[in-house]
C-alpha cells in the first residue's frame, strides 16, 4: 500500500460508532434487537471488512453509517459530527445492481450528483471519468439490459466513485455475480485501491464470505449473530495482491473460520446440549440454516471417502469453493448430529455415517427423526399439525409466529427450509397453491417436540 494510504492520527478518522444498538417491532409489537453495543472506527487509507453470518446485524450496521436508518441507542459521526440524516461523506454500493433500466450507464452513474444539485458540465466529466476508472469506456450510451451482471455491478461502483466519497460502503457487492466474476472484480478493486488516482479515502464492505474479506481488507471485525456483537477485530499484515497459498493468509482464513463456528455458532452448542434442552428450545432460539438435503447429504458423503474427517478448508479447495460456501451445510450436519466441528476440521458421526450408507428409505426414516429431535421449527410444524383435526394447517399459522422472532423475509426462508426438509423425510406435504402443510404421517416420530 503507498505511503498515503496508512494514516491512523486520529484527525483521520473518517466515520465512527460508539454503541449502536438497533432494535427493530414485529408486527406483533415485539422488540427484535439486530445489534447490541457495537463500536467501530473507519480512518483514511484502510479497507474494513464486517464479516458474519445472517443475522449478525451487519447490513443493518451499514445503513446506519450510512444515515439511511438511525440507531436505537448510540451514535454515529461522520468527521466528528453527530448523524442527524444521510451521511454526507459516503456512497454505497449494494448487493443488487440497483439501476433504473430505462437510462444509459451515464445517466446511471450521473444520478447520485444530481441528488447533490452537481452542475451538468461537472456532473458529465466526473461520469465519465468514473466509467473509464470501472471499465466500461464504450458503454456509456449502453442500457442495463445489454450489459452482463458483471458490467452491471461496475455501474453500481462508478456511480458511487462518482461523487468521489470519503468512504465507499459495500454491502455484500459481489454475492449476486458468479464466482469468476466476483474474483475479477474483487482483483480490480485492489488494483484500483493501490493507484494513487482512486477518489475516495476508505472502504467499508460487508461480507459474509471469508476469503474475500481477507483478500480486500486492512482490518476484519467478526460479529456474532442475534443480535449483532463484535466478537474480534483482526488486522491483516499481508501485502497486496494476496496470495491465497501464502502460509499467512491460510493461517488467518482458518483463525477467522474457527471465531465463527467455534466460539459463535449456537449450531455447534446445540449439538453438546441433553436432547431434553434442545426440545425446549425454539426456532428462534435455534433458526434453521440454509442447506439443503441434497446439499447437506453431498458433503457428508465426500466427508466420509475422506475417512470421516478432514479440514473446512481443504475440502472447500478441492471443490474450488469458498470456505464459508461450505458453513450453512456444516451447520445443518452439526445440528442434526451427523457431524462435529473441532477448530477448523469436521468430523462425521456415527449418525452421518449410517445416512451416507442407507438406501433411501432408512435414510428417510432417519432424517426424519433427526429433524423432529434436533431442528425445532420442523419438530413445532410436526406437533403442530398432529394437534388439529385434519392433520393441516395453512402457512400463514407459521408465518404469523416465525415474524415475532424474524423479519418478514426471514421468517419466509426459514419456513421455506424447514418445508424443504420435511417434505424430503415425508414429515408432510406442501400444497402451494393454497399454502398449506399437511401431515404424511398418522404418528408423531417422537413424543414431545418444540415449541413455536
Known amino acids: 500500500m503507498t505511503d498515503d494510504k496508512v494514516p491512523h492520527a486520529a484527525d483521520n478518522i473518517i466515520v465512527e460508532a460508539e454503541h449502536v444498538t438497533?432494535?427493530?417491532?414485529?408486527?406483533?409489537?415485539?422488540?427484535?434487537?439486530?445489534l447490541d453495543g457495537v463500536s467501530l472506527t473507519l480512518r483514511e487509507g484502510e479497507?474494513?471488512?464486517?464479516?458474519?453470518?445472517?443475522?449478525?446485524?451487519?447490513?443493518?450496521l451499514l445503513r446506519c453509517i450510512a444515515g439511511l436508518i438511525a440507531p436505537s441507542s448510540g451514535t454515529v459521526e461522520y468527521r466528528g459530527e453527530p448523524l442527524n440524516g444521510a451521511n454526507p461523506g459516503v456512497a454505497m454500493v449494494f448487493q443488487s445492481f440497483a439501476l433504473l433500466p430505462w437510462l444509459t450507464v451515464q445517466q446511471n452513474?450521473?444520478?447520485?450528483?444530481?441528488?447533490?444539485?452537481?452542475?451538468?458540465?461537472?456532473?458529465?466529466?466526473?461520469?465519465?471519468?468514473?466509467?473509464?476508472?470501472?471499465?466500461?469506456?464504450?458503454f456509456e450510451s449502453a442500457y442495463p439490459k445489454e450489459l452482463s451482471g458483471g458490467m452491471r455491478q461496475r455501474v453500481g461502483f462508478a456511480r458511487a466513485l462518482a461523487v468521489e466519497p470519503d468512504a465507499l460502503l459495500m454491502d455484500e457487492p459481489f454475492s449476486a455475480l458468479d464466482v469468476l466474476t466476483a474474483a475479477n472484480l474483487r482483483g480490480e478493486l485492489t488494483k484500483m485501491w493501490e493507484?494513487?488516482?482512486?477518489?475516495?479515502?476508505?472502504?467499508?464492505?460487508?461480507?459474509?464470505?471469508?476469503?474475500?474479506?481477507?483478500?480486500?481488507?486492512?482490518?476484519?471485525?467478526?460479529?456474532?449473530?442475534?443480535?449483532?456483537?463484535?466478537?474480534?477485530?483482526?488486522?491483516v499484515d499481508l501485502p497486496r495482491p494476496r496470495d491465497k497459498r501464502d502460509p499467512g493468509y491460510e493461517e488467518?482464513?482458518?483463525?477467522?473460520?474457527?471465531?465463527?463456528?467455534?466460539?459463535?455458532s449456537a449450531l455447534e452448542k446445540a449439538a453438546q446440549i441433553a436432547p431434553a434442552a434442545v426440545s425446549a428450545m425454539t426456532p428462534v432460539d435455534l433458526p434453521l440454516p440454509a442447506a439443503s438435503v441434497g446439499g447437506l447429504s453431498g458433503l457428508l458423503e465426500i466427508l466420509d471417502a475422506r475417512g470421516g474427517r478432514d479440514g473446512l478448508a481443504e475440502i472447500a479447495e478441492d471443490l474450488n469453493f469458498e470456505v464459508d460456501d461450505l458453513l450453512p451445510l456444516v451447520d445443518a450436519a452439526v445440528m442434526l448430529t451427523m457431524a462435529t466441528v473441532a477448530g477448523s476440521d469436521i468430523e462425521i458421526t456415527d449418525e452421518g455415517h449410517t445416512f451416507v450408507v442407507s438406501a433411501t428409505d432408512p435414510a428417510k426414516e432417519q432424517f426424519a427423526r433427526l429433524v423432529v429431535q434436533h431442528?425445532?421449527?420442523?419438530?413445532?410444524?410436526?406437533?403442530a399439525l398432529h394437534s388439529t383435526k385434519d392433520g393441516s394447517l395453512r402457512e400463514g399459522f407459521f408465518l404469523d409466529l416465525l415474524r415475532r422472532g424474524f423479519s418478514e423475509d426471514e421468517a419466509r426462508n426459514q419456513l421455506d427450509i424447514a418445508i424443504a426438509w420435511g417434505?424430503?423425510?415425508?414429515?408432510?406435504?406442501?400444497?402451494?397453491?393454497?399454502?398449506?402443510?399437511?401431515?404424511?404421517?398418522?404418528?408423531?416420530?417422537v413424543t414431545g417436540g418444540s415449541r413455536l
Not at 47 to 60: E, N, Y
Not at 252 to 264: A, F, P, S
Not at 375 to 383: E, H, M, Q, S
Not at 425 to 442: C, K, M, Q, S
Open 47 to 60: 479497507i474494513v471488512a464486517l464479516l458474519g453470518k445472517s443475522g449478525s446485524g451487519k447490513s443493518t
Open 252 to 264: 488467518l482464513v482458518d483463525t477467522v473460520y474457527d471465531i465463527l463456528t467455534g466460539r459463535e
Open 195 to 235: 493507484s494513487k488516482g482512486f477518489p475516495t479515502k476508505a472502504v467499508l464492505i460487508v461480507t459474509h464470505n471469508i476469503d474475500e474479506a481477507v483478500q480486500l481488507a486492512d482490518r476484519i471485525l467478526v460479529l456474532s449473530s442475534n443480535p449483532g456483537r463484535i466478537l474480534a477485530e483482526l488486522h
Open 22 to 34: 438497533k432494535t427493530f417491532t414485529t408486527p406483533d409489537g415485539r422488540a427484535l434487537p439486530v
Open 423 to 445: 417434505r424430503w423425510a415425508e414429515l408432510f406435504a406442501y400444497d402451494a397453491e393454497r399454502g398449506e402443510l399437511i401431515l404424511e404421517v398418522p404418528e408423531p416420530v
Open 109 to 138: 452513474v450521473e444520478l447520485a450528483m444530481q441528488a447533490r444539485d452537481v452542475p451538468e458540465a461537472e456532473r458529465r466529466e466526473k461520469a465519465l471519468r468514473a466509467i473509464d476508472l470501472i471499465g466500461l469506456d464504450g
Open 375 to 383: 431442528a425445532p421449527l420442523v419438530g413445532a410444524i410436526v406437533k
